[in-house]
């Protein structure tokens, strides 16, 4: 196979999305090196609150984004170019601000990346190459994403008060999160 850079991210979108993406974006780490983003399902409803269905949650969505991670990585050798890819479960680091960079989303004021289609409950995992594809990079200095404008829910449903004066305190949420809550969710608009 030997494909120009349009046939090539044709097929990776499509190739992704047929085995079991739901979301492809591109964009560049340090607004120089392309890197392919891939969103994932992942139910707010297994949210800490049933550890069994979670880890067999999780564990589905590690081996689904594994494979599609592995197909493109393949795809992307065998045409000559460099390619790794880190999966949803990578201690490599958190994909989000690459997801929104990539166009995947926006910041929701509950510190997820929020998707017009999708809502918050997805994972992210990424593959890094030095193929020449058309990328995309989202400004992240916006104030508010229109679907927060107007909504409160995450702020006014959070028992911890998490969310106060516009900044999200980890440490206040912590302690309830660790006990199953997960209301910021559940309480998401863009989630129903
Ligand atoms: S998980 Fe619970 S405590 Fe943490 S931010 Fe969401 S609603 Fe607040
Ligand atoms: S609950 Fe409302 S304000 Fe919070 S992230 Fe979802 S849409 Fe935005």
């Known amino acids: 196979m030997s494909l120009n850079t349009k046939d090539l991210q044709n097929y990776i979108t499509k190739k992704s999305l047929n085995s079991g993406a739901l979301l492809v974006g591109y964009t560049k780490i340090r607004r ?85 289609k999708y809502g918050s409950s997805l994972l992210f995992a990424a593959i890094f190459t030095n193929a020449p594809l058309n990328t995309y990079i989202q400004d992240q200095t916006k104030e508010a994403p229109k679907h927060c404008i107007e909504c409160n829910e995450c702020i006014n449903s959070c028992p911890a008060n998490a969310f106060e004066n516009g900044r999200f305190h980890l440490y206040r949420c912590l302690p309830y999160s660790i006990r199953g809550c997960s209301e910021c969710l559940k309480n998401c608009r863009q989630n129903r």
């Open 32 to 116: 120089v090196e392309p890197v392919i983003i891939l969103g994932f399902p992942f139910s707010d409803k297994c949210f800490f609150n049933y550890p069994i269905t979670l880890t067999k949650q999780l564990s589905k969505v590690y081996k689904t984004s594994k494979n599609v991670q592995n197909i493109i990585a393949k795809t992307l050798k065998k045409e000559g170019y460099w390619a790794e890819y880190k999966t949803v479960l990578s201690v490599y680091g958190d994909f989000r601000p690459l997801a929104v960079s990539a166009g995947l989303g926006e910041w929701g004021r509950n510190g997820l990346v929020v998707n017009e």
